[in-house]
């Protein structure tokens, strides 16, 4: 569902009864005389909706965490905020940007519209950025070369389950995170798509090695080794980006995880 053409379309609509009303038939009514349904219930909405639509497609927009492709760092029901100019402000519906501001950076938290399916949005964390070459090589992460040192924390047991994965801490950039991973996964990278610019990765039994087009990221989620992300899909274009997720403000199962993210 595209909330986003929803809203404009009702802004449009009740602005268009709120502008009759103003101008034309408020003019024409008795001082005393009771408000016509049209108004009560379109024109006297139009402020809300507008307000509504402003804040959500130039500020900040709510998501809800659907999986569990970043635990530990987001759970499954934690309702964040998403900062919609950090990248830069966009036309709403289009999504064009209009004005420039700060280009992701290595460790952000993301949200973009996911590249195979642009009316689904998805939440991973930035890893690759324009230009680099991001190794996913026998579960270690290396950039341009470089390993990205990671150190040991005690094993992340999910929720109530008997069920441990294990757990490290790494820096990208200057976002120092934690992700998991599961010791008895394969390395090799599964279902894998056909998606554009595939020729810059290549794949074997130990994972991935791609370099990122330019105007493109690499994303992965957190728990690494229950993510479906740039290594089984591909690149999130410049144009697919939504916002920066920077805070936790409910969770209906933990109240003590609200503000826990930024």
Same mark, same amino acid.
């Given at each position: @569902?595209?909330?986003?053409?929803?809203?404009?379309?009702?802004?449009?609509?009740?602005?268009?009864?709120?502008?009759?009303?103003?101008?034309?038939?408020?003019?024409?009514?008795?001082? *005393?005389?009771?408000?016509?349904?049209?108004?009560?219930?379109?024109? *006297?909405?139009?402020?809300?909706?507008?307000?509504?639509?402003?804040?959500?497609?130039?500020?900040?927009?709510?998501?809800?965490?659907?999986?569990?492709? @970043?635990?530990?760092?987001?759970?499954?029901? *934690?309702?964040?905020?998403?900062?919609?100019?950090?990248?830069?402000?966009?036309?709403?519906?289009?999504?064009?940007?209009?004005?420039?501001l700060?280009?992701?950076?290595?460790?952000?938290? @993301?949200?973009?519209?996911?590249?195979?399916?642009?009316?689904? +949005?998805?939440?991973?964390?930035?890893?690759g950025?324009?230009?680099?070459?991001?190794?996913?090589?026998?579960?270690?992460?290396?950039?341009?070369?470089?390993?990205?040192?990671? $150190?040991?924390?005690? +094993?992340?047991?999910?929720?109530?389950?008997?069920?441990?994965? $294990?757990?490290?801490?790494?820096?990208?950039?200057?976002?120092?995170?934690?992700?998991l991973?599961?010791?008895?996964?394969?390395?090799?990278? $599964?279902?894998? *798509?056909?998606?554009?610019?595939?020729?810059?990765?290549?794949?074997?039994?130990?994972?991935?090695?791609c370099?990122?087009?330019?105007?493109?990221?690499? @994303?992965?989620? +957190?728990?690494?080794?229950?993510?479906?992300?740039?290594?089984?899909?591909?690149f999130?274009?410049?144009?697919?980006?939504?916002?920066?997720?920077?805070?936790?403000?409910?969770?209906?199962?933990?109240?003590?995880r609200?503000?826990?993210?930024?």
């Amino acid at each position: @569902m595209n909330f986003a053409l929803i809203l404009f379309v009702l802004s449009v609509v009740t602005g268009i009864l709120y502008a009759l009303d103003v101008f034309k038939f408020r003019k024409l009514r008795a001082a *005393d005389a009771a408000q016509p349904l049209w108004v009560a219930w379109g024109a *006297d909405f139009f402020p809300v909706i507008l307000l509504v639509f402003v804040l959500r497609s130039f500020l900040f927009e709510p998501f809800k965490i659907p999986s569990g492709s @970043m635990i530990p760092t987001l759970l499954v029901g *934690d309702f964040i905020l998403v900062n919609k100019f950090t990248y830069g402000i966009r036309l709403p519906v289009l999504n064009t940007k209009i004005i420039a501001l700060n280009a992701p950076k290595r460790g952000d938290v @993301m949200v973009f519209r996911y590249p195979e399916d642009p009316s689904l +949005d998805y939440i991973k964390r930035v890893v690759g950025l324009p230009g680099d070459t991001v190794a996913y090589v026998n579960k270690k992460l290396s950039i341009n070369g470089n390993p990205v040192p990671a $150190q040991n924390l005690p +094993d992340y047991q999910h929720g109530e389950r008997l069920y441990y994965s $294990q757990q490290f801490s790494e820096k990208l950039g200057e976002t120092e995170h934690r992700f998991l991973t599961d010791a008895d996964a394969p390395a090799y990278i $599964q279902g894998v *798509d056909f998606f554009p610019h595939r020729e810059n990765c290549t794949y074997n039994a130990s994972g991935v090695i791609c370099k990122v087009p330019p105007g493109h990221y690499f @994303m992965m989620g +957190d728990n690494r080794d229950n993510s479906r992300d740039s290594r089984a899909w591909g690149f999130v274009p410049e144009q697919n980006i939504v916002g920066k997720a920077f805070f936790i403000w409910l969770n209906f199962n933990d109240f003590g995880r609200i503000g826990a993210f930024k």
